[in-house]
């Protein structure tokens, strides 16, 4: 097999306020995807961060009484924080209230062409919480569709990038997947909007405007990019772009593989304002992005001013973190939106884990202890992964890990009730029954990895030479 070089990035959050299950969703979606790229051998850089320039920062300080760049550390600490207490594996977590961002941001400035680039007087409506300009037929009853709240008028002079220059190589480029959108009704909606007719959009605001917050214009002291310009190029300052470039060549220049994992509320900035910014400053696009929805609660979108925010740290305190990511890969359907329910996390950890996965780790433990034995450590192939499962993962259909797990589960039970190794006097053929239940589940364990990194390790250890039966792996509640 080819080792591939991928590059994954998260979308960065806006450092406002503590992070809620949505972004968990997000990140460990994500974290899933490279785990399980770098378990098939192939060479991973995954990245995530902070989106610490907006105007939403600034008026959050302002209304906690404290700095911007205190509260955007603060907040950004949180978020980061997510890696351990989620188990996720992101190589570098990029703050955009950097130098070194500053720095690449401005550089992606000015390599775009000069004639993508210019000034004029503007007057719009402005959705603070988007950070998005929005026209009258967009809004719904005078409102923002995404935050339902109403928008500001804005009129000031800024900078503009001519996304009308890049209409059809975007039409083409999404058309043919050389920019794979997946699923296919985000694809259609991105090149709906594309094919409605284009409009050049803003690329600055006025420092005043901005409180003086944000990456500085190239040039003109006035200006503060807006912030989805600077944002969108974390991807590349990720990589050390505009400073040390060795993996930015790696990752980015080099690889075929430069994969975004974003939310639906964010699809135009990545599919259409994005690549064209890439084309201007001539460089690779992204080759994928996977376009999830929302997680919401009771059929609403989690908001901080609706008060259903779910902390994930709060989660996995109370079921552990294997139960959690579960839940949000298995039971959130990865195209969709999907509901979270802490009673229908109950019921799939007690049915799924406890006494799926964990009764049946725990009956064969107890068989391999009994017969005071001492078993192999199989090698595990390289082709783990049928190619089933294999295309659902590459296409972020994580519904998968469901499947996966039932019929190993099913395939061991039967082969331990058809066997009963209990009744078996002779120990060769006894060793041979139980070794050949103990390699379906090691193998079932590697299959587990990218998904329960802790309980697939805890399986793996367990069932290794002599075996002696351990604590539930997910003791009943």
Not at 318 to 333: M, Q
């Given at each position: 097999m080819n080792k591939q070089k991928y590059y994954i990035t998260t979308a960065i959050p806006y450092v406002n306020a503590r992070p809620h299950i949505g972004h968990a969703l997000e990140f460990v979606q994500a974290d899933a995807f490279a785990r399980f790229q770098r378990l098939v051998k192939n060479d991973v850089f995954f990245a995530s961060g902070s989106d610490e320039n907006s105007l939403k920062n600034v008026q959050a300080a302002e209304k906690e009484k404290i700095q911007t760049k205190e509260l955007v550390k603060k907040y950004a600490d949180n978020f980061e924080n997510l890696k351990d207490s989620l188990n996720l594996t992101f190589d570098v977590f990029n703050?955009?209230?950097?130098?070194?961002?500053?720095?690449?941001?401005?550089?992606?400035?000015?390599?775009?062409?000069?004639?993508?680039?210019?000034?004029?007087?503007?007057?719009?409506?402005?959705?603070?919480?988007?950070?998005?300009?929005y026209t009258k037929d967009e809004l719904v009853e005078g409102k923002c569709p995404e935050h339902l709240t109403t928008p500001e008028e804005i009129e000031e002079e800024n900078y503009f990038f001519k996304l009308t220059n890049y209409q059809k190589i975007l039409e083409d480029l999404i058309e043919s997947d050389k920019l794979k959108i997946i699923p296919q009704t985000r694809k259609n909606e991105v090149l709906s909007f594309i094919k409605g007719g284009l409009e050049d959009f803003s690329i600055s605001r006025s420092k005043s405007r901005a409180r003086d917050w944000g990456v500085p214009v190239p040039n003109d002291e006035d200006q503060i990019m807006y912030v989805w310009f600077d944002a969108l190029a974390t991807y590349l300052t990720a990589l050390g772009y505009g400073k040390d470039e060795k993996l930015f060549k790696k990752y980015w220049l080099e690889s075929k593989n430069r994969v975004h994992v974003i939310g639906k509320g964010i699809i135009r900035f990545h599919a259409v304002y994005w690549p064209a910014m890439l084309e201007s400053a001539r460089l690779p696009l992204p080759t994928t992005e996977f376009v999830h929805g929302y997680a919401t609660v009771e059929g609403q979108k989690i908001s901080k001013s609706l008060g259903?925010?779910?902390?994930?740290?709060?989660?996995?305190?109370?079921?552990?973190?294997?139960?959690?990511?579960?839940?949000?890969?298995?039971?959130?359907?990865?195209?969709?939106?999907?509901?979270?329910?802490?009673?229908?996390?109950?019921?799939?950890?007690?049915?799924?884990?406890?006494?799926?996965?964990?009764?049946?780790?725990?009956?064969?433990?107890?068989?391999?202890?009994?017969?005071?034995?001492?078993?192999?450590?199989?090698?595990?192939?390289?082709?783990?992964?049928?190619?089933?499962?294999?295309?659902?993962?590459?296409?972020?259909?994580?519904?998968?890990?469901?499947?996966?797990?039932?019929?190993?589960?099913?395939?061991?039970?039967?082969?331990?009730n058809q066997h009963s190794p209990w009744l078996i006097k002779d120990k060769n053929q006894l060793k041979n029954v139980l070794q050949e239940e103990i390699n379906a589940l090691r193998k079932l364990a590697y299959k587990l990895l990218p998904f329960l990194p802790q309980t697939a390790e805890k399986i793996l250890k367990q069932f290794t030479g002599e075996i002696k039966s351990q604590p539930a792996l997910f003791p009943r509640i």
């Amino acid at each position: 097999m080819n080792k591939q070089k991928y590059y994954i990035t998260t979308a960065i959050p806006y450092v406002n306020a503590r992070p809620h299950i949505g972004h968990a969703l997000e990140f460990v979606q994500a974290d899933a995807f490279a785990r399980f790229q770098r378990l098939v051998k192939n060479d991973v850089f995954f990245a995530s961060g902070s989106d610490e320039n907006s105007l939403k920062n600034v008026q959050a300080a302002e209304k906690e009484k404290i700095q911007t760049k205190e509260l955007v550390k603060k907040y950004a600490d949180n978020f980061e924080n997510l890696k351990d207490s989620l188990n996720l594996t992101f190589d570098v977590f990029n703050r955009t209230a950097t130098e070194a961002h500053y720095k690449g941001a401005q550089k992606l400035w000015q390599n775009c062409k000069k004639e993508d680039i210019y000034k004029k007087s503007y007057k719009g409506l402005y959705c603070v919480g988007c950070e998005q300009f929005y026209t009258k037929d967009e809004l719904v009853e005078g409102k923002c569709p995404e935050h339902l709240t109403t928008p500001e008028e804005i009129e000031e002079e800024n900078y503009f990038f001519k996304l009308t220059n890049y209409q059809k190589i975007l039409e083409d480029l999404i058309e043919s997947d050389k920019l794979k959108i997946i699923p296919q009704t985000r694809k259609n909606e991105v090149l709906s909007f594309i094919k409605g007719g284009l409009e050049d959009f803003s690329i600055s605001r006025s420092k005043s405007r901005a409180r003086d917050w944000g990456v500085p214009v190239p040039n003109d002291e006035d200006q503060i990019m807006y912030v989805w310009f600077d944002a969108l190029a974390t991807y590349l300052t990720a990589l050390g772009y505009g400073k040390d470039e060795k993996l930015f060549k790696k990752y980015w220049l080099e690889s075929k593989n430069r994969v975004h994992v974003i939310g639906k509320g964010i699809i135009r900035f990545h599919a259409v304002y994005w690549p064209a910014m890439l084309e201007s400053a001539r460089l690779p696009l992204p080759t994928t992005e996977f376009v999830h929805g929302y997680a919401t609660v009771e059929g609403q979108k989690i908001s901080k001013s609706l008060g259903n925010t779910i902390d994930p740290e709060t989660l996995v305190k109370k079921y552990g973190v294997d139960v959690v990511r579960y839940y949000l890969l298995r039971e959130i359907p990865s195209y969709n939106d999907g509901d979270f329910s802490e009673k229908r996390l109950l019921e799939i950890y007690n049915g799924e884990l406890a006494n799926g996965l964990g009764n049946t780790v725990a009956r064969l433990a107890k068989l391999a202890e009994n017969s005071n034995l001492e078993f192999e450590k199989p090698s595990i192939p390289e082709q783990i992964f049928v190619k089933e499962e294999v295309d659902a993962i590459n296409n972020f259909w994580f519904e998968t890990l469901h499947n996966i797990l039932v019929v190993h589960l099913q395939k061991i039970d039967q082969h331990i009730n058809q066997h009963s190794p209990w009744l078996i006097k002779d120990k060769n053929q006894l060793k041979n029954v139980l070794q050949e239940e103990i390699n379906a589940l090691r193998k079932l364990a590697y299959k587990l990895l990218p998904f329960l990194p802790q309980t697939a390790e805890k399986i793996l250890k367990q069932f290794t030479g002599e075996i002696k039966s351990q604590p539930a792996l997910f003791p009943r509640i």
